[in-house]
């Protein structure tokens, strides 16, 4: 059996890596994972199911206030979820990434901050932003 979800989205290795944050070994995981038919069928089932595969309009672009922005989020929030701030992030045009470098422009911090991102922060010099902060900054 051929699924039309296959026909219709099917995307090569070398596609895959050429999508922003993912690497040759997630895309590999994902050629893998839909190169087995049983998986292909779940996904048709859970499509005829209702669940949605496409992006809602709550995460589309709201603004550019983080355009160009590396943002790493850490800690425990009070007035949203890390999920909601990772949407916020990208709604604003900026970008989640998950650990610190040279190429992050600042940390988003809840309480609980790990001591190591901390530190690393520090001897990188990266700014360290409060939910607060966040929140102004992109109203």
Do not use: C
């Not at 596609?15 to 040759?24: A, F, H, N, S």
């Not at 160009?68 to 007035?79: A, C, E, K, Q, R």
């Amino acid at each position: 059996m051929k699924s039309l979800w296959r026909t219709k989205w099917h995307a090569t290795l070398e596609t895959l890596v050429l999508v922003d944050e993912i690497g040759e070994k997630i895309a590999q995981s994902i050629v893998n994972y839909f190169s087995d038919e049983k998986n292909v069928i779940l996904v048709n089932r859970l499509k005829e199911a209702g669940l949605n595969f496409t992006r809602s309009e709550e995460h589309e672009k709201v603004s550019d206030k983080l355009k160009g922005l590396s943002i790493v989020i850490s800690g425990v929030f009070t007035h949203h979820s890390r999920d909601e701030y990772k949407a916020m992030i990208e709604q604003h045009g900026g970008k989640n990434v998950g650990s610190i470098s040279s190429k992050t422009n600042f940390i988003l911090a809840g309480e609980n901050m790990g001591p190591s991102k901390l530190e690393k922060a520090g001897k990188l010099g990266i700014r360290i932003v409060s939910e607060e902060e966040f929140l102004e900054q992109i109203l």
